[in-house]
């Protein structure tokens, strides 16, 4: 595996191409190339490894949250923590597993110290979800917290005016529906409510999956 990173500067006549987006026709592929990637920030704070994804290549529900945690950059996939295990949970309280679906983040490096990622990781890393989404082509796409909902639906509203909705969704190619949730770590701090409400929306996500299925 090769490291690559952004040219120093990129003039108006060679514009900075994205590496996802020569990085091949599969999943796979792309992921191989993901995790040679240094092109933000991240790559040189403290990150043990790049995680890419996980989950059925073409599942219909694409669930998408922040970043990698502790657990996750030790083990190398996306929700494996605590709340991780919510999210398992809670996919399993829909009659799934985690291998039925996929589940990214929107930087695929740990941020240190679990901080929030910056926007500039967050556009740079953007392309990788990009190709991801482009190739599932998920019928629902289902963000996890702020920081998935924002970037996918192109918003500043907050997750908890946005929960409870559904929202038409064009990128990279597809045309999904977009159901935006708390993240599990909110709901694990919150608990109670939080917890019937996240389960909701993902009762409504699978119904949205199997509607468009028909
Ligand atoms: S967070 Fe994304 S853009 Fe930044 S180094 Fe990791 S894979 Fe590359």
Request: proline share 8%; aromatic share 6%.
């Amino acid at each position: 595996m090769s490291d690559f990173s952004a040219p120093a500067s990129a003039s108006p006549a060679e514009p900075f191409e994205h590496p996802a987006w020569h990085a091949g026709n599969t999943l796979e592929l792309v992921r191989t190339v993901a995790l040679g990637c240094t092109l933000c920030p991240l790559a040189l704070q403290g990150r043990s490894q790049v995680v890419f994804g996980v989950g059925d290549p073409h599942a219909a529900l694409l669930f998408v949250g922040e970043g990698p945690g502790e657990q996750e950059d030790r083990q190398g996939e996306p929700f494996v923590g605590r709340a991780g295990r919510l999210l398992t949970q809670l996919i399993e309280g829909i009659g799934l597993t985690r291998d039925d679906v996929y589940i990214a983040n929107v930087v695929k490096c740990r941020p240190p110290g679990n901080r929030d990622p910056l926007p500039v990781e967050i556009e740079t890393c953007a392309p990788w979800l990009d190709r991801q989404i482009e190739l599932i082509e998920p019928r629902v796409v289902v963000t996890l917290g702020n920081f998935a909902t924002k970037l996918l639906l192109g918003t500043k509203e907050g997750i908890t005016k946005l929960r409870g909705r559904q929202f038409p969704f064009e990128r990279a190619g597809v045309s999904a529906v977009l159901v935006p949730t708390l993240h599990p770590a909110a709901v694990l701090r919150n608990g109670g409510r939080a917890l019937a409400e996240t389960r909701a929306d993902f009762v409504v996500a699978k119904r949205l999956a199997a509607a468009a299925k028909q």
